[in-house]
Every structure is written in structure tokens, then in C-alpha cells.
């Protein structure tokens, strides 16, 4: 007999990738969304919130971070015992504290899927799990359901502050670039002109523009990605006057300095042989 699986949020990008990641591997999946069409085959579509969980033995929340400890707390104490619970937001702090607050009956799943809904293996790609009540069984579980990825275990308030980085600060970034580019009134000019640098920092930013409004606006908005964004804004003023007054000597350093640090950890060398393979890549 199949397992009962339901997605909330299924509409989504991301909801959608894991109804269709389910239903290929012999689950019955349910799928409920308050904002968008439901789609996809041999999915079951429920209008009922409180419906499409009832008789889940798994439920997976693919819903926006500000709503997701508002909708555990109304479906937790309504799901079976024995149920699994999957949350996937990208901010962990409030969410795990609602988790944490669930009843004894329902098994909470913590996870951070580092990818987005193009992927077509899970082979290689990063899952976050975050422990809530028993890290190891957790992590067993996440495992079982999702072969081939590679886990890294943290708790929340680690998992926010490196999310600040990884996904904060690089949005951020690439939002106020698209929107610059966004302004060329002679874009094609530009695109004749430009090198492979600018074309691969190009295509990254547009393809984050793909992603919805509000998740780039859960993105940036992590309490976290302010000492980070201080940071760089610090920087690029401290260059920016740097540059103006002519201090040739204090911007060679901090580069050589930027250089150092970096080099300790990768190989400079190898990451412009990447570059290279992906305008490559980029062009075709």
C-alpha cells in the first residue's frame, strides 16, 4: 500500500519539484495551495488545509517563512500520530521554535534544500538539517527520503547566520545589479561590449530574478544578513573614497589582502578555469 504524502504550498516552484520528486517514487501525494494552481499528474488536489493532512503519513510545507510556524501550528495538532512533518524555509529561527513546540506524536523534519526547483538529480546537491528533537533519527529519516544528496547538520541560530552569507548577501547583490543593468537604455550595445565576467554575472542575476518577489524578499530580510550587508556597504565606501582620493596604495592592499585570505581555502587558479567553462557553457 502506498504512503499518503501531502505538500502544502504545491503550487510553488519548490512544491511543485516535490510532488512530482514524490510521486515518482510510488507515494500518494496530495497537493494544497490557498495562492496558486495545483498541477502535475496522478496528483490529488485538496481545497481543505486541515483535508490534505489528515491521513498524510507525511506532510511537506513548501510555504512562505513568515506563514510556515502560523500553518504548523493549525495542522500539527490535527495530523495522525506517527506523522512526519517536513519543513524546507530558508530562515530556520521562529520556524524551529514552532517545531520544537509541537505534540509528542508528530516527527518534525528540519531541512534547507541548497538548490532550487530546476534540479533534475538530487545526486550532489546540499540539504541543511536542523535538529529539533533527535538529531540522528531526523537526519536518518531526511537521508531515506532523499537519496543521493549530501547533508550538513547545524542548529538554527548557525544555519541563519551562514544563510546570511550564502543566500542574503548574494541576492542582495545580484538585485541591486539586475536593477542597474535593468536601467541601460542601450543594453545591446552593452552586450557587444561586454567580457566573460560581466556575462556570467549577468546570467546569474537574472536567473535569481526567476525567483518569486517574496522569496527574494524572505531572503534578504534574515535578521543575520545585517552585520554582512554593513559590511560591504562599509567597504565599498571605504574603496569608493579610496579610489577618489587617489589612495592607489591602501586599494593594492586590500586586494592583495582579499587575495590572501582567499587563497588559504581555494584555488584562485582553478575558480578562473571554472569561470572560463561556464562562459562556455553560457554561450552555447
Known amino acids: 500500500m502506498k504512503k499518503k504524502l501531502t505538500v502544502i504550498g504545491a503550487g510553488g516552484q519548490m512544491g511543485q519539484w516535490f510532488t512530482k520528486y514524490f510521486s515518482g517514487k510510488d507515494y500518494e501525494v496530495t497537493g494544497h495551495d490557498s495562492e496558486n494552481k495545483v498541477?502535475?499528474?496522478?496528483?490529488?488536489?485538496?481545497?481543505?488545509?486541515?483535508?490534505?493532512?489528515?491521513?498524510?503519513?507525511?506532510?511537506?510545507?513548501c510555504t512562505p517563512t513568515r506563514r510556515t510556524p502560523e500553518i504548523i501550528r493549525l495542522i500539527a495538532k490535527e495530523m495522525k500520530r506517527g506523522t512526519y512533518l517536513i519543513e524546507i524555509s530558508s530562515e530556520k529561527s521562529k520556524v524551529v521554535a514552532s517545531l520544537a513546540k509541537m505534540p509528542a506524536k508528530i516527527n518534525p523534519i528540519c531541512i534547507h534544500p541548497m538548490f532550487g526547483p530546476g534540479i533534475k538529480t538530487l545526486k550532489g546537491q546540499n540539504i541543511i538539517s536542523i535538529p529539533i528533537k533527535d538529531a540522528k533519527s531526523e537526519l536518518t529519516m531526511a537521508k531515506s527520503l532523499f537519496e543521493g544528496a549530501n547533508f550538513v547538520t547545524i542548529d538554527a541560530i548557525e544555519h541563519d547566520k551562514k544563510i546570511a552569507?550564502?543566500?542574503?548577501?548574494?541576492?542582495?547583490?545580484?538585485?541591486?545589479?539586475?536593477?542597474?543593468?535593468?536601467?541601460?537604455?542601450?543594453s545591446i550595445l552593452t552586450e557587444k561590449m561586454s567580457g566573460s565576467t560581466f556575462r556570467v554575472q549577468k546570467t546569474l542575476a537574472e536567473s535569481i530574478m526567476t525567483e518569486s518577489p517574496e522569496l527574494i524578499e524572505t531572503i534578504i530580510s534574515n535578521p543575520e544578513i545585517r552585520r554582512v550587508a554593513e559590511e560591504l556597504w562599509k567597504d565599498v565606501g571605504r574603496l569608493l573614497t579610496a579610489v577618489q582620493e587617489s589612495k592607489t596604495e591602501e586599494v593594492v592592499n586590500y586586494i592583495k589582502e582579499c587575495q590572501e585570505r582567499?587563497?588559504?581555502?581555494?584555488?584562485?587558479?582553478?575558480?578562473?578555469?571554472k569561470l572560463?567553462?561556464?562562459v562556455k557553457a553560457v554561450e552555447k
Open 39 to 61: 498541477t502535475g499528474k496522478d496528483i490529488i488536489v485538496s481545497e481543505s488545509l486541515v483535508g490534505a493532512i489528515l491521513q498524510a503519513d507525511i506532510v511537506v510545507l
Open 276 to 278: 572560463t567553462k561556464m
Open 165 to 186: 552569507v550564502i543566500l542574503g548577501l548574494t541576492h542582495m547583490m545580484n538585485l541591486v545589479f539586475a536593477n542597474i543593468i535593468s536601467k541601460d537604455e542601450k
Open 262 to 273: 582567499l587563497a588559504k581555502h581555494s584555488d584562485l587558479n582553478e575558480s578562473y578555469k
